[in-house]
DNA sequence: GGGTGGCATCTGGCATGCCAGATCAGAGTG
DNA sequence: CACTCTGATCTGGCATGCCAGATGCCACCC
């Protein structure tokens, strides 16, 4: 028999509770900022203050909120900067990870990342088709970090995607950068394929670059 | 006048005294799990429980603690394959880090990377002053990511250092390597100052892989 | 003596209550 | 009418106490 699990703590629950809510609420969109109040999310969870303290403590040091002592605790909003940062760094798990997968993935493993975009195809093109594309997109990125089997790749990148993912409406939401990231994923699918280590690790590098560099031309109006 | 700093709380202190404690502690060199006491701790820090505990729920989501319900709370120990795993991602961010400083640092800036190893040399051979030596790597793998100006590859890199440094007076402590560490850095520092990126990017990941690579050969021992 | 059951005790999880800083409305003042 | 001062109130920070799970010692039984 297995040691059975020692069931979910409230600060857990609470912890996932409030990254879920945060992550729902499109922080970006209103102008004055998101503040929570640790009675009022008590009072909501049915638990203490105590576990939602702890919850929030998690996530400060997580980087999604700040608290202000005795004024509130504040979602944090990352500056254009921070996120083109931010997709900077995840370029460079990224590329590692295609490193990595050129050495060690398994051909057929490799090959199901196709799967990921079956959908789409010259038939029915991303562009027309943003919102399933943009989540193809996030899975894509997902299944190809974890091939490189590094569980400490796909936890950064996590921990990225989490923040970037606040952007995702409009970031990936331009057509002529959907029209081309289709192509620079099949690319990069070949090249791992073909076991190119530095092809590989030079596509997923540039791709993500790429987006960097789109947001950090385009990106202007988030932040206005 | 500037807004006057709310002064540091229990909570904050609590979390660097305790990351402080648990970094200086050698975890590898006893059998036992390192285990911490809440009650104990509030005791030493003459603070209650309250802040300790929240200052371990924030080491527990940094990685370096883990709670363990009704049972204690243990020191993590990593495993090699989780160190050498740790390692490629710092290389992945490493190399990203050289590319950006092609790009953006000034020359002046890059110079001054050689200072730091302005102790050694063929007369002053690294692989005599271990100690030292190590102190002074440290010292230019940090000031190089700062260099590229990006919080996020600062702020990702410390965290990996972090749990890196436990190793550091036995993976770095190997006169092979030691030997070949100081011309690798001169040759980056040269490939940065030339502005070359893409070998400045490959000397960068290499040299770092290098390290991963023997970690994975020659650790063996630390995990007895 | 080997094995078992139970109780004392230790540990983290959580609820509760008080405190001080921060805020803001409204009375009081010039 | 503008400004200031004050206190009611709101918010997070912290201390304290109780609870249940986990452990380990020890009396007890066969």
Chains 1, 2 share one sequence.
Do not use: C
Not at 30 to 36: A, C, G, S
Not at 66 to 74: C, F, M
Not at 173 to 186: D, F, N, T, V, W
Request: net charge neutral; hydrophobic share 45%; no cysteine.
């Amino acid at each position: 028999m297995t040691r059975l699990a020692p069931e979910v703590s409230y600060k857990a629950k609470a912890y996932q509770a409030l990254k879920q809510a945060i992550l729902k609420m499109d922080i970006y969109t209103t102008p004055e900022p998101v503040m929570l109040d640790e009675r009022a999310l008590s009072d909501k969870l049915g638990v203490s203050r105590t576990p939602i303290r702890e919850a929030i403590a998690m996530l400060e040091q997580e980087g999604l909120v700040k608290a202000l002592p005795r004024r509130g605790i504040v979602v944090v909003r990352r500056t254009k900067a921070e996120i083109v940062d931010m997709i900077r760094a995840w370029a460079a798990l990224e590329s590692m990870a295609a490193r990595l997968i050129t050495t060690m993935a398994r051909k057929r493993d490799i090959t199901a990342l196709r799967d990921v975009f079956k959908d789409f195809g010259s038939d029915r093109l991303p562009q027309d088709h943003i919102e399933e594309y943009s989540r193809a997109n996030i899975v894509f990125h997902q299944a190809l970090i974890s091939l490189s089997e590094s569980p400490v790749l796909v936890d950064m990148t996590d921990d990225i995607l989490l923040h970037v993912r606040g952007y995702r409406q409009l970031t990936i939401g331009r057509k002529e950068r959907i029209a081309a990231s289709l192509p620079e994923h099949l690319a990069m699918i070949e090249a791992l394929e073909e076991r190119d280590t530095d092809l590989a690790e030079k596509l997923a590098r540039d791709h993500t670059l790429r987006l960097a560099d789109y947001v950090e031309a385009h990106g202007q109006e988030l932040f206005a």
